[in-house]
């Protein structure tokens, strides 16, 4: 754990989706796009100031695949955070951004209900592209008590302790509306 004085955060995301919650909901700290089960983190380092990182992920490529390299990617990953003294905090989405969403929005139960699209694809763009995020989502009944909260699964219990829900997480404003 790192207990240095001053806190500084960082939010690893795993693509553009995310990011774009991430910077409607005014959270403290940067958000940067990094795919934690492909990259390695070594190669970003250096330039990580923030003694605090959260890293929100899905599970669908090893839920599904079972790919036994990203599971290796991912640890290494976390324990190369570990070792350069970042305080971790975990956010697992259920399978990807998309389902995650839907359990967390009390007016939408399927894809079409966002921007009524058709496919994933579609969904992405449009949230990508979306100028009044923060209004849409409470149009959706937006719950942050809602997002990002199942266990982690079995391949990685041992990082239970890392584990955080998005309420937990300190934001620029107030954010009483969402929960």
């Known amino acids: 754990m790192n207990y240095s004085s ?5 939010f690893l995301v ?8 991430m910077d409607a909901l005014e ?5 940067k796009v990094f ?3 492909e990259k390695d983190v070594a190669k970003i380092l250096l330039t ?4 605090v990182v959260y890293v929100i992920f899905d599970v669908d490529v090893i839920t599904k695949l079972k790919q036994i390299n990203k599971l290796k990617q991912f640890k290494g990953n976390i324990d ?6 970042k305080t971790i905090y975990l956010l697992q989405q259920y399978q990807n951004f998309e389902e995650e969403l839907i359990r ?3 007016n939408c139960k399927t894809i079409k209900d966002f921007f009524n699209c058709t496919s994933r694809d579609e969904f992405k763009s449009k949230f990508i592209n979306c100028n009044n995020l923060e209004q849409k989502l409470k149009d959706w009944d937006f719950k942050l008590t809602q997002i990002w909260i199942q266990p982690l699964i079995d391949e990685l219990i041992e990082y239970q302790t890392h584990q955080i829900k998005l309420e937990q997480i300190k934001f620029k404003k107030d954010v009483k509306s969402l929960l």
């Open 6 to 10: 001053k806190k500084e955060y960082l």
């Open 14 to 21: 795993e693509g553009e989706t995310e990011k774009k919650l």
């Open 27 to 31: 959270l403290l700290g940067n958000v």
């Open 35 to 37: 795919n934690i089960w």
């Open 48 to 51: 990580i100031k923030a003694n």
């Open 80 to 85: 190369r955070l570990n070792k350069a003294k």
């Open 104 to 106: 967390s929005c009390n």
